[in-house]
Structure formats: C-alpha cells, structure tokens
C-alpha cells in the first residue's frame, strides 16, 4: 500500500517554486469508522475537500470510489496497525526524497491532507533508530498542515508548521489561536463575484490560493483561501462573506 501522493492541482503550483508536496490523505471525518478530525463542525464536513477531484467522481449509482476505498483502508491501517502504517509512512517519506533528490525539487509533506491527526504524538522507528514522531525522524525536510486542534504540542518541532483552520462555530478557537501566534486559514466566497477583504479579524489577508507551501506565508496574517466544490454552497457559516457582512452592517 502507498501511503502519499502527489499531483493535487494546488500542491501543483509548488513546482514552479522548487517544491514537490507529497500528501497523505486518509479517510477524514469518522469515514472510516475510526474518528480523524476531533474538531471537525457541520460545515467543514459538508464541504470536505475528500470529495474534491477525482475523490468525488463516482460511478451512476456508486457513492464510493477506489480512491475514497483506499483512503479508509488506510486509516484502518493506522489505527489497527499503527506500527506497520508508521513503518509504511517512513518508507514513503524516504522513497519521497529519493525521486525529488532525481527531478531537482524540495519535497515537502503534508500528512493531513484530509485529516486531523496530531502525527507529533506517535513514535516511529527509522533504520534502527526511535524516534518519538515522524518530524523528528526527518529533520531534513519539511512538514506542514491544516488544523482545528489548538494546543498541539508542536513548538519544539523545527521541520513541522501549522495554520489553523476556521471553520463555523469555532470563533472563540481562532481567537485563541491568534493570540498564540498561529496564521488562521479562513474560507471565503465565490471568487468570482465575492473578492478576499484586503483584511479580515484585523489582520492582513494573504491569498492562500497562490500556493499550498503554507510554512512559506508571512506571519500575522488570515490566510484566505476561495470556496471550492460543496463549500459553494455552504450556508453553515464555514464560509465567511465578510464584504456582504458589511454591506449590511
Ligand atoms: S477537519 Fe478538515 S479534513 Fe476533517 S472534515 Fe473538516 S475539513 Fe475535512
């Protein structure tokens, strides 16, 4: 079984910059039976990115895919047999930097690319070695996520960066994790008709859309990234429409 993968349209964008993302993606929500994003809300369910591109091309009559088949018996894995998945996980990573080392670029990983897993809290063991999670495994590379969780203890992990993820009802979550120092990603209109606010909670708006390199972006920022796919129709408040708010206010 292959664990990561390359290729996302956004993650795309990276090449040009030097960077290849390879992602995990696992079966988000409790999908598989097993619950990954602790923190997830009504909106961010709906409006998954799980069932963006392929993941979300079903056959008439199908509603499951080999890709969504694949991202469960993946999660089963990690949570029935952790050893073998982070063993699995480490061989990728490896394989990983070997094929970027061959095309010229930077590999970087993203392991919750359609999860929320807190990967700082589980050992891994490379050539021989243990190590008390996968970033300290690979110090010669760089991670990053997405997260809704906040107080992950993640701040004496050089290689490993986090934006948090607003979502609806967790407004008092983003304050906090403002306060602590954290970029916030924030989900806006249509593109379209509904340009990003220039700022947002007080602070700078970065188009997030340019790329995925997350750990690239300028601190103190709202990161904001354009509804896709179900988040169009988002009517959770997962979506902000911060320029409609204020022409009613
Ligand atoms: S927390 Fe993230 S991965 Fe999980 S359901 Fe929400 S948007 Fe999807």
Do not use: W
């Not at 990983?96 to 891994?124: C, H």
């Not at 390199?213 to 709202?222: E, H, M, S, T």
């Not at 896709?228 to 708010?245: E, Q």
Request: charged fraction near 20%; glycine fraction near 8%.
């Amino acid at each position: 079984m292959k664990l990561l993968s390359t290729g996302n349209p956004k993650t795309l964008k990276g090449l040009a910059t030097g960077y290849n993302t390879y992602i995990l993606h696992l079966a988000p929500a409790n999908l598989s039976g097993f619950e990954t994003c602790p923190k997830r809300t009504e909106g961010c369910t709906a409006a998954c990115l799980n069932t963006a591109g392929r993941g979300g091309m079903f056959k008439k009559g199908e509603t499951t895919n080999t890709i969504q088949k694949a991202r469960i018996r993946k999660t089963r894995l990690f949570f029935e047999d952790r050893v073998s998945f982070m063993n699995l996980l480490v061989k990728d990573i490896e394989l990983a930097i070997k094929q970027s080392a061959k095309l010229n670029f930077i590999p970087v990983f993203r392991l919750n690319g359609t999860s929320d897993i807190a990967f700082e809290k589980y050992e891994v063991l490379r050539n021989g070695q243990t190590y008390s999670n996968i970033f300290f495994a690979f110090p010669e590379v760089i991670f990053y996520d997405y997260t809704k969780i906040l107080g992950r203890k993640i701040n004496f992990i050089p290689n490993y960066s986090l934006t948090f993820s607003a979502a609806d009802g967790n407004d008092a979550d983003v304050q906090k994790a403002i306060a602590q120092g954290y970029n916030v990603a924030t989900v806006f209109g249509i593109k379209k008709t509904l340009p990003m606010p220039e700022t947002y909670l007080g602070r700078p708006v970065f188009n997030g859309d340019e790329s995925d390199l997350r750990f690239l972006d300028p601190k103190g920022v709202v990161v904001g990234l354009y509804a896709k796919g179900r988040a169009k129709k988002d009517t959770t408040g997962f979506v902000k429409y911060p320029t409609l708010m204020l022409k009613a206010a």
